[in-house]
């Protein structure tokens, strides 16, 4: 019997065949969803992403504002490294809320928990600006708007070494006395508000900066090497030397108390307006900065991603626009990818139908695309998809912040990738 | 007009005296069948074959012809003719498969003739048709919402079943049972999140499917249990789902039903996600009910799918009905209970056995004793 069956490749056969049925079980597949994967987060109405913070034991804090019965409220969200909601919060308010910014705080009474930056709608068309000290679980420990203007609008917080904060954005006001000669009006100023350690304004410290017609402070930098230095960044149409056109240009200026009275790079192609979006400083000391290009007229069809690398003292490396098939292009965030290369995020409009797809590139200083296939793309054509958000965890995975359209309502999702920006 | 009356008439009394003509054959053939009977008792053997003959070449009906059979079978055996005696007993067998020889009622001689003799069916074909059901069996729950302690409810949907095969008898109780089968399978998986929010997925699938199995089969009477158990080859043609979301918001006028709002998918192709070949291991049993030389059975049988149904690199894409609707798949194996009811034909092979089988006569004479 035994030599039957070895002779006949029983053996062999019954190998084969225990090999074949085999049952998948949850020991033998392997469960790669957990480590990259896009997670949705929201409730009731509409959720939509604006900022995300990644701390350093891996928890994932996302940002955004809930949309729901005609309100808007800041919409807190904190996560463990796989994406599994921790936290889900909508901070009370009196008024409707549009979420801006999230920073860890470093230093002062607050060290150690995050800075919550939102516009808070005061009427129709102007905005104050909240911030919230909240602890990793969500609670609010303190609050504290600036409402000092008739309308302020802030895009980012920088909470400083000596526990203060920074804030960048705008104001609407209208400010004849400053009207740049050869504009109509003087609609939008660079607006920079520094708070001290006990969160009250430093006087002198509101800085109104420039005569635009468009502009914007994107966001303030405190320099590593010198913590007396900081830098901001954004975009404005004030006329430069030898310019004859208000054309919208990246600003970058370097200061250590008065932003205004410094000298100014900037960065654009002439008479192209330059809106920033993002700007981010590696480890490296080098900048990227991103923002979207359109013509003069601001022509819906001829926005495009406008890209800058610069070094430490704001020389310019290299500058260049993204093209997408002849879609316009709306630049979001940016961020460093190790130390010599940066991470872009921005949205594709369909022009069919108005809806967004969500685009991810790497480049490096050159502007030279890191991936073969240039970029990664999400979303699908029927339905509005957006990123917000883009962050490098330590191992190089990558994590975005977007807004995704599922069944006609928007939610907030998480989107983790290899560091090759796939799955 | 006329003419075409004329044709029917004719048809109709040409099928009318054929019946009478078989019917009056038949009687005769009875006479001559108890002539030889009585020859045969008689002691008188050498006319025997002479008088069944014409009978033989056309006229017994089956049952005359198993008897003329089995009669000139012992006459063989008496006249020492034992080639005579296997052609006659293989004629008995054609005349009736499954005519087995009694130690109680047939001479001693023709039992131990008959064990050298089997009619089994080598093959014996079938069809089937019936429903079927489809319980998922998650490996992975894979969860695209953030939210935890979402559950996924699987819900059974009915699908059909379709099919053929053949039982390649290895004995006459136990065969290799090998089968091609069309089938629709379903599901339906419900969630529940973003507060109130209801997403129902209907995943429907066409199967192609090659059962092969052991199958054991009781041999005697009129109804006739069997059970088999074996593995199945899967090839998945087809894979649609639908994805609907009923948005249920909270009525902020306190007391008043959520505000819901139903928003269908169309029919999504699911074929890239799927793992196009899978395998499963099955259990079945039923009753098979004797109709002459036939059988109609009822079966029921349970599969265990083995394989991971999705491919698990393709949860997660730029696009697709993740990004569009939130969906991902959990991993899971299909397993599929069934009902079907069928036809067996078996085709009968008379022939001689290369060993014949005559331990079990003794057994059947002292149990006659």
Redesign the interface.
Known sequence: MRNWFTNTGGVGLLWSLLF???????SS?????KD??????????DQEAADMLVAEDGKIFLLGTSY??QSSRVYF?R?NSI???EVKIAFESNENEIAADIERIIAGPDAGNYAVLSNAIKNDVDYLIRIRIVNADGEVLFSFDFNRLSSQYANAITPLRDGGYYIAGKTTDIDQQQANPDLTLDTEDLLLIRFNVQREVVEGGTTRIGRSNGGAAIKVFQNDADSDSLSYVGYSDELQANDNIADQNFIFRRFKSDPASVKTRFSGKPDFNERMAASTLSPGGTWLAAGTQSDINNTFNSQRVYVVSLRSQFQQINRDIFLQENRPEVAVNVTPAGSSEFLVLSNVINTANGTRDIVLRKINLNLEYSWPDEK?????P??D?TGSAVSELPNGDILIAAT?D????K?IA?IKLRSNGR? | MIFSKRIVLLIFFSAVSRLLYAQKSTDDCEETLNLAATEFNSGRFYNIAKILQPCLQNGFSREQRQRANLLLTQVNLLQDDPVGAENSYLDLLRANPEFVADTARDPIDVVYLSRKFTADPVISAFVRLGGNTSPVRV??Q???????NITNNYSLQPGLLLGGGFDINIRSELALSVELNYATTAYTKKQV?????EKIFTDRQHWLTLPIAVKYTDTKGIVRPYGYAG?ALQWLISDNGQ?D?T?N??N?IEGQPPIS?F?P?PSIDFMEFRNKFN?S?FVGGGVRYKIGLDFLFADLRYSFG???LVI??T??????P?????H?DD?F?LDNLAISVGYVKPFYKPRKLKTARTRTILKGLSKGA
Not at chain 1, 29 to 33: A, I, R
Not at chain 1, 406 to 409: A, C, E, F, I, R
Not at chain 2, 315 to 320: D, E, H, I, K, V
Request: hydrophobic share 30%; with cysteine.
């Open positions: 074949f049925f085999s049952c998948d079980t949850s597949v392997d469960p790669v969803f990259y994967f896009i997670r949705y987060y929201g409730e009731d109405g729901k019965n969200i996560t994406g599994d909601e990664v793309t999400f979303g699908t029927g339905n998809d995704m599922l069944s006609n309502q939610k998480l799955f | 490996i992975h894979i969860n695209p919402s953030g939210e935890i999140k973003f507060n109130l929010d593995f994805i979301w948005k918001d909270i902020p709002n928003i998918s395998y291991v083995m394989t991971n698990p690199t949860t997660y894409s730029s696009a697709g993740m990004v569009e609707y939130g991902t991993y194996r």
